[in-house]
């Protein structure tokens, strides 16, 4: 569970802000982000989210945004395994609408070259360095065949394709840190100086490209990259954040008011 709340946050921050929007189901106007490829691994996340609302609603109605408990939780789930922690900046309000054509055009695929990846986090305000930093967060978590049958690496790549047939078997899954998947630490950067990236995302941060330094850093200093890590959060936390008298504080993450 870790692994996915770190990754909501980043998936609600990159869709139009940090507004809650990815927890928004349908209505007859709005099409959900849920729905969205990127998102379709979040239902049991959704709803830890979805409970501590409601336990706040009940101690402390009408507060607490949807969007800030993603943020803290993002946190806290870091905290848990080992990751580093920061100071949440509160007063996130929640949007009353989802962007399902934005959850589809601004996440990365795993697809992405270098230059798409760094455009697309460079809309968002983020540089190279943050994004490898962001990326980091690989160290946790697993990928499912569907997202990486394209692994670049020739060696590696024949080893996947063992464990993922090539048809079917799309939902079964691999770790994206080969050697500590549920705890966070640099391995994710040390498999990428071998070519052990799963995703072609991952391996393209070292591939002879404008991000390898940053990628070499990170394997050889765990408190640099932890530290840039709960940085990079911070300011994804703040991307687009609607405050004061703008959006509302949503009753249940999934309706809007
Ligand atoms: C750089 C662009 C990125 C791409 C293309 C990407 C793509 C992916 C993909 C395809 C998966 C596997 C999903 C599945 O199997 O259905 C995944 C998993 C994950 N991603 Fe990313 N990601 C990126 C950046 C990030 C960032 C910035 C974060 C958080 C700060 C993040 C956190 C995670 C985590 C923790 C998992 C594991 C989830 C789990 O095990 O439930 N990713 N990512």
Redesign the pocket.
């Known amino acids: 569970m870790a692994?996915?709340l770190?990754?909501l946050?980043?998936h609600d921050c990159f869709v139009r802000g940090c507004d809650a929007s990815v927890l928004l189901d349908n209505t007859t106007t709005t099409v959900s982000e849920k729905g969205a490829v990127?998102n379709?691994?979040f239902t049991k996340t959704f709803r830890v989210i979805e409970d501590a609302k409601s336990t706040l609603e009940r101690i402390c109605p009408g507060v607490v945004s949807c969007a800030d408990i993603i943020a803290v939780a993002a946190r806290d789930a870091s905290a848990s395994v080992e990751g580093p922690s920061w100071d949440v900046e509160l007063g996130r309000r929640d949007s009353d609408a989802a962007f399902a054509s934005l959850a589809a055009s601004d996440i990365?695929?795993?697809k992405?070259d270098l230059n798409t990846?760094i455009a697309l986090?460079r809309k968002k305000g983020l540089n190279s360095r943050e994004?490898v930093a962001?990326?980091g967060?690989?160290t946790?978590?697993?990928?499912?065949c569907?997202?990486f049958r394209d692994v670049i690496d020739p060696d590696f790549a024949r080893k996947k394709r063992r464990m993922c047939p090539a048809s079917g078997g799309d939902r079964l899954?691999q770790p994206?840190d080969p050697v500590t998947p549920t705890s966070f630490d640099n391995n994710y950067f040390k498999a990428l100086m071998i070519r052990k990236g799963l995703?072609v995302?991952d391996q393209v941060l070292f591939s002879g490209g404008e991000t390898d330094g940053v990628v070499d850093e990170y394997s050889k200093d765990e408190g640099k990259f932890k530290n840039e890590f709960a940085a990079a959060?911070v300011k994804?936390g703040s991307i687009e954040v609607m405050t004061g008298s703008d959006g509302q504080i949503r009753r249940t993450c999934s309706k809007a008011n």
């Open positions: 692994a996915s770190i990754r946050q980043f990127p379709r691994r990365p695929t795993p992405d990846l986090f994004m962001l990326s967060a690989h946790l978590g697993t990928a499912q569907l997202a899954v994206l995703l995302t959060m994804m």
